[in-house]
């Protein structure tokens, strides 16, 4: 059972090379797409591209890449790529899914709207680390309840970066990273002929956008950076600043329960939150008969914060664990592959950079966040298996900064769980005068995707149509009389 809560949880919510790509020979053969991407419009293509940018003469692998053309081709500027986050999200479907919730005809005339699957994921020369069954849940780490959990943990992450040290697809370790993704980016623009490449990104996204937009910046168009991770990426001060968005979002379900009185989880936001800590505790000292202990419980709560349409089956999934009764499975949607989602999920984020490998540095973290941050915090400072990652990174990071062209525009909820607003305001300052940000008065996960602000909404189209942006730093102000998507919208678009 625990197995199926996470997949759900999952399914609904981790010297530079010089920056040079030529165009890739032969060009592309537009034809049908793979027999499990099924949206309407696209075409698929395949592109090889170098492992190893060092040795662009070395082993290739594929990129296999989508395209939704122009709705009105006389109007069309050029190609804006896509990309869902993660990492390790699969994005073939992406371009047709954002046009099936409603993305503006004005944009969708403006562009052929490109998809793909970043290296290492899905349909483009994938990877694993031959998960089993019990390992197929999220690179999130559990709540440690004390230094005891820590060392636990260690040892399965242990565990899992030595099986993907020993997987079939070992060899490609060094090379699944966000400037290689970010390289071949710039083949996909070669490729289709196109001197510039305008992008759209969300999550783990903007920092590949942020990347892609640092190594070139010359041919960059219009960059739409969407729920923003702060400057390093996904690193291990992005993760423990989960704990901070768990806390950012925690008021706007609070203020849900309290409205909806049928869930019986308190009559004020300070009864709400008393629950949250109550059920923590009674299940960590003994599961419901479904196997969910304290540690999924909270797991739980903090994927369902992503959207507002799942907020209401997460007051049911506290009252039925309130209650004892059995808890109804999260809304459903398709889930991707999750031994590849999270294997290459693993390569990049333990790729980019260096995380601390003493198990007493996460053992620190926790105490200490066990104190700022006690609702997530403990699970937000855990180890990973980058800890024990069996190769080092190849390069050094991108460095984030201030040099190229004024074509950034960043979106960013104010009360985002999973990049929060502290990491964005980061991310905004090394950007400095490139950049332009638009934060919306609002919650969850992803604004143009998902949001319901108006003013946010016609601020990203607006740059994406015209190029113009607004003249500084715009703060959009709630507006709670908009219709939000409905959870069945939101399942049509993963966002990792």
């Avoid at 919730?101 to 490109?114: A, E, R």
């Avoid at 943990?153 to 242990?158: P, S, T, V």
């Avoid at 940000?437 to 016609?458: E, I, S």
């Amino acid at each position: 059972m625990r197995k199926t809560f996470l997949a759900a949880v999952l399914a609904v919510a981790a010297s530079v090379v010089p920056g040079v790509a030529s165009a890739a020979p032969g060009g592309l053969e537009w034809g049908a797409c793979p027999a499990d991407v099924t949206a309407p419009g696209l075409q698929c293509a395949t592109l090889d591209v170098p492992l190893d940018y060092r040795n662009p003469d070395g082993t290739r692998i594929q990129v296999v890449i989508s395209r939704l053309a122009s709705t009105n081709p006389a109007e069309r500027r050029g190609v804006l790529l896509t990309n869902p986050g993660g990492p390790g999200g699969p994005g073939l479907d992406l371009p047709a899914a954002l046009a099936q919730i409603g993305w503006p005809k004005s944009v969708l005339d403006t562009y052929d709207v490109i998809g793909f699957d970043p290296r290492g994921v899905g349909h483009s020369t994938p990877v694993t680390c031959d998960l089993t069954p019990a390992q197929r849940r999220s690179n999130v780490p559990p709540y440690a309840l004390g230094p005891a959990d820590v060392t636990a943990q260690a040892e399965y992450a242990k565990g899992v970066a030595r099986q993907c040290g020993a997987s079939r697809t070992a060899s490609m370790l060094p090379y699944i990273t966000t400037a290689n993704t970010a390289r071949d980016m710039d083949r996909i623009r070669a490729a289709l002929g196109e001197p510039k490449l305008s992008y759209y990104g969300v999550s783990y996204g903007t920092y590949l956008g942020a990347v892609y937009t640092t190594l070139f910046p010359q041919r960059s168009d219009r960059i739409v950076l969407d729920s923003n991770l702060a400057p390093g990426g996904l690193d291990v001060i992005a993760s423990r600043l989960l704990a901070q968005g768990f806390d950012d979002r925690f008021p706007d379900f609070a203020a849900f329960a309290v409205a909806h009185q049928e869930y019986d989880l308190g009559r004020t936001p300070a009864e709400v939150k008393a629950k949250y800590f109550d059920l923590a505790r009674r299940l960590d000292a003994r599961p419901n008969s479904q196997g969910v202990d304290g540690k999924l419980f909270r797991q739980i709560t903090f994927g369902m914060f992503y959207n507002d349409a799942t907020l209401p089956y997460l007051a049911s999934a506290w009252h039925a664990l309130d209650i004892g009764a059995p808890v109804s499975q999260p809304p459903g949607g398709t889930v991707p592959d999750l031994d590849n989602l999270l294997s290459s999920q693993l390569h990049v984020v333990c790729g980019d950079s260096d995380w601390p490998e003493s198990v007493w540095t996460y053992q620190k973290n926790v105490a200490i966040d066990r104190i700022q941050h006690p609702m997530f915090g403990p699970a937000a400072a855990n180890i990973w298996p980058c800890a024990f990652w069996p190769s080092d990174p190849a390069e050094p990071q991108v460095r984030i900064g201030d040099r190229g062209p004024s074509d950034v525009l960043m979106l960013q909820n104010l009360r985002d769980p999973a990049t929060p607003l502290t990491g964005a305001r980061r991310l905004r300052r090394a950007f400095g005068d490139r950049a332009r940000m638009v934060t919306a008065d609002q919650g969850g996960h992803g604004t143009y995707v998902f949001g319901a602000n108006a003013c946010a909404n016609n601020a990203a189209t607006t740059f994406l149509t015209t190029g113009v942006r607004p003249a500084r730093d715009l703060a959009c102000a709630a507006e709670p009389s908009r219709q939000a998507p409905s959870a069945a919208e939101v399942l049509r678009v993963r966002l990792f």
